[in-house]
């Protein structure tokens, strides 16, 4: 891929297009693994959650539609799709269902995990040790500073 020169200091394209790359890839192996997609993959890693999540919950998060949602997780349904995950009602609202993996969806989610850090130790092979230490070190930076409530302007910081 020849980076367009509008766009070779721009971070956000290049961090982006690292992501597209790997997704790509693991999708591809999902794909002909387990005939799921990236999102599936994520809703199943969402079900380890504890306590579980509820669709709706999981739709937000992951920045899914919850309609969208539904369906997904009909897919992947222990009585209508594949056996990955299950719905289980909540005591407190029979109304409400968290969603959670299936025996079955444990060893397929162990196995995507295993396709990730496949495709995430080949695309990193060009890096060094240290590069990958910067790498998370941003990371971990930027996701702390967002985590941060914001400073309201006006305000001082203490």
């Known amino acids: 891929m020849i980076i367009p020169s509008g766009l070779s200091d721009a971070v956000l394209f290049h961090v982006d297009a690292a992501m597209r790359i790997i997704n790509r890839r693991v999708e591809i192996l999902m794909q002909e693994t387990f005939e799921l997609g990236v999102r599936e993959g994520l809703i199943m890693l969402a079900a380890t959650s504890d306590p579980p999540l509820s669709q709706g919950c999981m739709a937000d998060i992951l920045g899914v539609n919850r309609n969208v949602m539904v369906l ?28 959670v993996l299936t025996a079955r969806g444990r060893r397929a989610l162990a196995t995507i995990q295993k396709l990730r850090a496949q495709v995430w130790r ?37």
């Open 72 to 99: 997904e997780i009909d897919r992947m349904d222990d009585q209508k799709g594949s056996g990955y995950l299950k719905r289980e009602r909540r005591p407190e609202s029979r109304r409400e269902a968290t969603i």
């Open 122 to 158: 080949e695309v990193l092979r060009p890096t060094s040790s240290a590069q990958r230490c910067e790498l998370i070190a941003w990371a971990r930076a930027v996701i702390e500073k967002a985590q941060a409530p914001p400073i309201k302007s006006g305000a001082t910081k203490r």
